[in-house]
């Protein structure tokens, strides 16, 4: 994947120089999920992010009924998922699950942790754009919230 490419299909890539991208992707993996693959379970102690280069990811939240979830969000080519297991242990609070053939960059937290003691300007970088994400969907959350009553 060439930096135009990922600077043209993530907003956090354009902030990043060539030799700063160079360096967070050699903490990174590339990984594809088929149609219908869980990423992870609400509950797993899994502990990365992913970048989507390509595909679509539906975020579900268990109910209190058997076997059904309430969808949170669908995210598509350019989202950044799963943001908040880098910067915590605790387990999955929702599952993801690949609604079509997905390609994904992970990094997982133990990698996250070298990047910053390694490349500190890099981790500023990324930790700026996870805060900006999450609190753009958590203000979106509230409005949805508050349309229900």
């Known amino acids: ?3 135009e490419v990922l600077r043209e299909k993530f907003r956090f890539f354009r902030s990043l120089q060539d030799e700063e991208l160079h360096q967070f992707l050699q903490f990174c993996e590339n990984h594809r999920f ?5 990423l992870w379970q609400e509950g797993d102690a899994t502990n990365f992010s ?21 969808v949170i969000g669908i995210y598509t ?3 950044v998922i ?3 297991c ?7 609070a ?8 997905t390609e994904l960059i992970l990094l997982h937290s ?11 300007q890099v981790g500023l970088s990324l930790l700026r754009h996870m805060f900006t994400t999450t609190s753009r969907r958590l203000t979106k959350s509230y409005e949805r919230i508050a349309t229900i009553f």
């Open 1 to 3: 994947m060439t930096a």
């Open 34 to 38: 088929a149609a219908g693959e869980l």
């Open 50 to 70: 992913a970048f989507i280069l390509d595909g679509k990811v539906a975020i579900k939240k268990k109910t209190e009924f058997a076997q059904k979830h309430v």
């Open 77 to 79: 080519t350019g989202s």
């Open 82 to 84: 799963g943001e908040l």
């Open 86 to 92: 880098l910067l915590t242990n605790n387990p999955r």
């Open 94 to 101: 929702v599952s993801a699950e690949a609604l079509e053939p």
């Open 110 to 120: 133990d990698k996250f942790e070298e990047m910053i003691s390694r490349f500190p």
